[in-house]
Structures are given as structure tokens and as C-alpha cells.
């Protein structure tokens, strides 16, 4: 299984871009990145999916390096509604399994 | 349609008592989950269903059961409560398609259960 790593916690203030970072150094041929996001007290939802470069929809950017061994969700001008705890995880083809780690808090700031 | 949909919303058992949380989905999805967050942190998986007629023990199986009653229901059962077993409860769904990596998943709205 790759595991993932992210950073506990990040603030920021609305109106700027937020990037965070996920590490995945033993990321598999055929697995695909995938980021959610939580809010408090409500399950996590799915933000963006991608396999390699970059992918954009109306929420966010991926950008995955050619190596794939790390992955970057980009936040576009974020807004209090913002603050949640973000999740990468990688998918493990096969075993059907899905390991969610701590995450990262972000917190938006006025 | 409803989606995840999971009962009771909310729990409060004493130490010992027994409970069945109950998860239903309407996707016609193969796979389900079920997670437990504790205060502050992230998910962790209890059981899953890759499809109907199997279950696999996740990361924190210990005191727990689960029942892939249908291809819609999923149930956890707490035998034993303990104050440990004091969570929140996720049941999710999956397409569980071929190229399982490339599906998402979809979680409920969660069960708060607090063990005295």
C-alpha cells in the first residue's frame, strides 16, 4: 500500500491561492491520486482525481510531477467556506481498500 | 435519491450493551465501508465489502462484526461496547468497477456514538 504523508495543518486568508502538498514516495504503476475534502460533523467528498500532470474542474487543481511521487491540490482564491480538513489518498487497485491518514487542517482566515 | 443513508444519527450505549449501526445505499454500488474518526483525527477503516456475500477486516477490525446483508445494506455490530469504541461512524460505497482507483467514494452522513 502507498502511504501517504501531509502536513497537520496550514492557515491562509481568504482571497489567496493554498497549495498543499502530499507525499507518496511508493505509489504504484496503476494508482491514481484522489483528494476529499471533510467539514465538521459531515462525511468527506470527493474534490479531484488524477493520474499524472495536472488536472483542473471547477474546485481545484492537481498537479502530479512526472515521477508521481508527490501530489499538489491547489486551492484557487479561498474563502472561509474553505476551512475543512483535506485528504490524499492513494488508490490501491486491487485490494479494494481505501486508507485515509490525518490529513490537513486548513484554516481560512478574514 | 437518498444515496448513503445511515441509522441511527446518534447513540449514547453504556458498557457492555450491544448495537447494530445500519447503512443503506441506493447507487448500486459493489463495495462498501465502514470507518470510524475519533476527536481530531482522520478516518479509519473497520470493514469493507469489496461485493456482496464478502467482507475484509480494515485497519481496526477488533470488536466489531459486519453483515453485507444485500447488495444495498451493510451493518456494523458493536457486541460489547466499550468507552474506547466512543466515534464517529462512516459508512461509504464504491462502484468497485475493475479500475477500482479511478472511482470515488461516496460516504453518509455518519453515527455519533458516544460509549458511557
Known amino acids: 500500500l502507498a502511504k501517504t504523508t501531509q502536513p497537520i495543518s496550514m492557515d491562509s486568508y481568504e482571497g489567496q491561492e493554498v497549495n498543499i502538498t502530499c507525499s507518496h514516495n511508493n505509489i504504484a504503476t496503476n494508482d491514481y491520486i484522489t483528494w476529499y475534502q471533510q467539514f465538521p460533523s459531515q462525511g468527506p467528498r470527493f474534490i479531484i482525481q488524477?493520474?499524472?500532470t495536472k488536472v483542473t474542474n471547477e474546485v481545484a487543481s492537481l498537479f502530479i510531477p512526472a515521477d508521481r511521487k508527490s501530489s499538489t491540490l491547489s486551492l484557487p482564491r479561498v474563502s472561509l467556506s474553505d476551512t475543512a480538513v483535506y485528504y490524499c489518498?492513494?488508490?490501491?487497485?486491487?485490494?479494494?481498500?481505501?486508507?485515509f491518514g490525518s490529513g490537513t487542517k486548513l484554516n481560512v482566515k478574514p | 435519491n437518498a444515496g448513503v443513508t445511515q441509522t441511527p444519527k446518534f447513540q449514547v450505549l453504556k458498557t457492555g450493551q450491544s448495537m447494530t449501526l445500519q447503512c443503506a445505499q441506493d447507487?448500486?454500488?459493489?463495495?462498501m465501508y465502514w470507518y470510524r474518526q475519533d476527536p481530531g483525527m482522520g478516518l479509519r477503516l473497520i470493514y469493507y465489502s469489496a461485493s456482496e456475500g464478502t467482507t475484509d477486516k480494515g485497519e481496526v477490525p477488533n470488536g466489531y462484526n459486519v453483515s453485507r446483508l444485500n447488495k444495498r445494506e451493510f451493518s456494523l455490530r458493536l457486541e460489547s461496547a466499550a468507552p474506547s469504541q466512543t466515534s464517529v461512524y462512516f459508512c461509504?460505497?464504491?462502484?468497485?468497477?475493475?479500475?477500482?482507483?479511478?472511482?470515488?467514494?461516496?460516504f453518509g452522513p455518519g453515527t455519533r456514538l458516544l460509549v458511557l
Open positions: 447507487m448500486n454500488h459493489n463495495s
Open positions: 489518498l492513494v488508490g490501491d487497485r486491487g485490494f479494494n481498500k481505501f486508507y
Open positions: 488524477g493520474y499524472k
Open positions: 461509504a460505497t464504491h462502484r468497485g468497477a475493475d479500475r477500482v482507483a479511478q472511482e470515488t467514494q461516496y
